[in-house]
Nanobody, 125 residues
Framework: VQLQASGGGLVQAGGSLRVSCAAA????????MGWFRQVQGKEREFVAA????????DYANSVKGRFTISRDNAKNTVTLQMNSLRPEDTAVYYC???????????????????WGQGTQVTVSS
């Protein structure tokens, strides 16, 4: 499975951005795709995840109510819509995927076998 991320960029605080991730290859009914972010010198941080079958989602507390993750199963694509962005949302955003992960592990990077390249999101104050 290969993941291709797109989107991101530079926006002022309070603005919106969207990042998308397309999965190429074999996926399963229990495929989970998620987004993590990382600031240089810090650990990779969970942002959001969604199960392609059924749409079960999970969000980090820091983004609840501001970010929305959605899926397009026909295209094996997941989109993260980011609203009310804050300077502390600035990071490199990585998409990840797993063929099978339970919901309690959605936030754990080690649960994901596949990773896409990062895309920069910068929020200016």
């Amino acid at each position: 499975v290969q993941l291709q991320a797109s989107g991101g960029g530079l926006v002022q605080a309070g603005g919106s951005l969207r990042v998308s991730c397309a999965a190429a290859g074999r996926t399963s009914s229990r495929f989970v795709m998620g987004w993590f972010r990382q600031v240089q010198g810090k650990e990779r941080e969970f942002v959001a995840a969604i199960m392609l079958n059924g749409g079960t989602t999970d969000y980090a507390n820091s983004v609840k109510g501001r970010f929305t993750i959605s899926r397009d199963n026909a295209k094996n694509t997941v989109t993260l819509q980011m609203n009310s962005l804050r300077p502390e949302d600035t990071a490199v955003y990585y998409c990840a995927a797993s063929s099978s992960v339970i919901r309690s592990a959605f936030a754990s990077p080690i649960a994901y076998a596949y990773w896409g390249q990062g895309t920069q999101v910068t929020v200016s104050s």
